[in-house]
Nanobody, 118 residues
Framework: QVQLVESGGGSVQAGGSLRLSCAAS????????MGWYRQAPGKQRELVTT???????NYAEYVEGRFTISRDNTKNTVYLQMNSLKPEDTAVYFC????????????WGQGTQVTVSS
């Protein structure tokens, strides 16, 4: 059974930084695209950033230049470095990965809370 487990969330003041991690575990062949999404209270889940297995990245305009996604394929882990955080970045952050194995498909982590105070 494949699991994605996020860590690194917390509370920070505006202008601060946080680093999120998401590790995949279980039985599978490989992980293709990985990404981070977020959901603020009362809002729909939205894309933050994605990264391909080869390292190509894509960012939503509202985090471009402040957030950096990276991954370590040897550890089946994706990271999100968040700098210059703003109160509007407050949300539950979820990682998602496309897993190739006995059952191909997208898997989600359970989410980690990020709170940015002004």
């Amino acid at each position: 059974q494949v699991q994605l487990v996020e860590s690194g969330g917390g509370s920070v003041q505006a202008g601060g930084s946080l680093r999120l991690s998401c590790a995949a575990s279980g039985s599978f062949l490989r992980i293709n695209d990985m990404g981070w999404y977020r959901q603020a209270p009362g809002k729909q889940r939205e894309l933050v950033t994605t990264i391909t297995r080869g390292g190509s990245t894509n960012y939503a305009e509202y985090v471009e230049g402040r957030f950096t996604i990276s991954r370590d394929n040897t550890k089946n882990t994706v990271y999100l470095q968040m700098n210059s955080l703003k109160p509007e970045d407050t949300a539950v952050y979820f990682c998602r990965a496309y897993i190739v194995g006995s059952s191909n498909g997208h898997y989600w982590g359970q989410g980690t809370q990020v709170t940015v105070s002004s």
